[in-house]
């Protein structure tokens, strides 16, 4: 079979849920995984330094998906935030509210009018400049704008191969064909369908084509498609996060460290460079992974790594000056090319990246290009919209069809 209701493009299980639903809604629903057409990422990496905040609004097969395969960690207590001034600060448990109140913190929630300064208006901005899909400066204005609730729960997931299978495998028990060993060649006209190559070979057709990557993960892959898609327009990031592997020697000095943390030099300072290090332990009790935020145009200068390198080993012993510590992995800019990585699975854009419009009502977006943050509500945020239009789409052909064929 050559023709689908939906097909979708998703790497590391983007657009699974989303698949989930329409297959559930009676579609034939057919996912392309590229996955491993977009650069030799280790999971983790894909996986990026967020961690997952929860969300009451999220529903549907998009909060199952997060009890299948790499089942997640809770942290326990949330969001960690360790100041080099402050020491650490838990945002959830029985002391928040007066180390919040002694530090004259206000909630990233609160009406902007109870955010008299810059102490009281601190956590919204945090929330806002590591979480969004812009880079911003610091401006109070941005404070009105909707914001990751980053008090809310926290889990973490380690990510694996087998449990990327083992997702994939359930969305085919949910009625959802599955490709992954394909090369996407070609978009048709009016993006009715796709060339492909591989173990499924030839053009597929379809009603409507879901595309899970960003311009730059598309040029990546495929420069005819990204034309197709995108036109001359790539978006390339202005900042990426890289991750860092460190190996602690005297495991007792980071015993009562959390899953999750953000280790901060100093909050008025931009949280860029090595000034804001996310901390968040593996598998292992004596190794963690150390996130920071670098420009994109610094990714593959090596002096630049290597420093930051040194910087994240200084910061972390100022705060522990006991701590031995050896890094075991380093950013895979320092292995590899440009053109064999592509783009960093997590980056900012600058903030007047504007939103591509597409005269297509068939063609839909998801991505961070799309998102206004990395959180898992602004995912289902969107992939909600797009299900309902592509739902109301198939219904008003399939009574279309029941009209001329009676």
Same mark, same amino acid.
């Given at each position: 079979m050559n023709h689908f209701d939906v097909i979708l493009v998703s790497s590391f299980g983007q657009l699974e849920a989303l698949a989930c639903e329409l297959g559930r809604s009676? #579609? =034939? @629903?057919?996912?392309?995984?590229? @996955?491993?057409?977009l650069g030799l990422w280790p999971l983790?990496?894909?996986?990026?330094? !967020?961690?997952e905040i929860h969300s009451d609004a999220v529903m549907g097969a998009w909060?199952?998906?997060?009890?299948?395969g790499d089942l997640p960690l809770a942290c326990e207590l949330g969001q960690v935030i360790w100041t080099s001034s402050l020491g650490p600060v838990a945002l959830r %448990?029985?002391?928040?509210?007066?180390?919040?109140? @002694?530090? %004259?913190?206000?909630?990233s929630q609160s009406p902007v009018s109870q955010m008299t300064d810059f102490k009281s208006q601190w956590l919204a901005w945090l929330s806002q400049s590591c979480y969004d899909t812009r880079f911003h400066s610091w401006d109070p204005d941005l #404070?009105?704008?909707?914001?990751?609730?980053i008090e809310n729960a926290l &889990?973490?997931? !380690?990510? @694996?191969?087998?449990?990327? &299978?083992?997702?994939?495998?359930?969305?085919?028990?949910?009625?959802v064909q599955v490709w992954a060993e394909v090369d996407i060649l070609d978009v048709m006209d009016a993006n009715s369908g796709l060339e492909v190559r591989g173990s499924m070979s030839g053009v597929i057709k379809t009603q409507s084509l879901v595309w899970g990557l960003t311009s730059y993960e598309t040029d990546h892959m495929s420069f005819r498609v990204r034309e197709k898609l995108f036109g001359g327009e790539v978006n390339k990031p202005d900042w990426a996060w890289i991750r860092y592997r460190l190996s602690v020697e005297n495991q007792e000095l980071t015993l009562g460290w959390p899953l999750h943390m953000l280790m901060i030099e100093n909050p008025a300072l931009p949280l860029t460079h090595s000034d804001l290090i996310v901390i968040q332990r593996t598998v292992l009790n004596n190794q963690f992974d150390a996130w920071i935020r670098i420009p994109d145009s610094k990714r593959f200068h090596q002096a630049y790594l290597h420093r930051m390198k040194d910087e994240i080993r200084s910061k972390i012993q100022k705060k522990l000056p006991k701590l031995k510590l050896s890094f075991i992995f380093e950013p895979q800019e320092l292995s590899y090319t440009s053109r064999e990585l592509g783009p960093r699975p997590?980056?900012?854009?600058n903030e007047k990246l504007k939103l591509r419009k597409t005269n297509q009502k068939n063609l839909f977006f998801d991505g961070p290009e799309v998102w206004p943050n990395f959180s898992n509500l602004s995912l289902f945020q =969107?992939?909600?919209r797009i299900l309902d239009q592509i739902l109301i789409d198939w219904r008003k052909k399939q009574n279309q069809n029941q009209e001329r064929h009676p």
């Open positions: 009676g #579609l =034939n @629903t057919l996912m392309i995984d590229v @996955t491993d057409r983790e990496d894909r996986e990026g330094p !967020f961690g909060q199952e998906m997060s009890s299948l %448990g029985p002391l928040i509210q007066h180390q919040m109140k @002694t530090r %004259g913190w206000k909630s #404070l009105k704008y909707p914001k990751v609730e &889990n973490v997931r !380690f990510p @694996t191969r087998s449990g990327l &299978n083992a997702r994939r495998e359930w969305l085919k028990s949910q009625g997590y980056s900012q854009y =969107n992939q909600k």
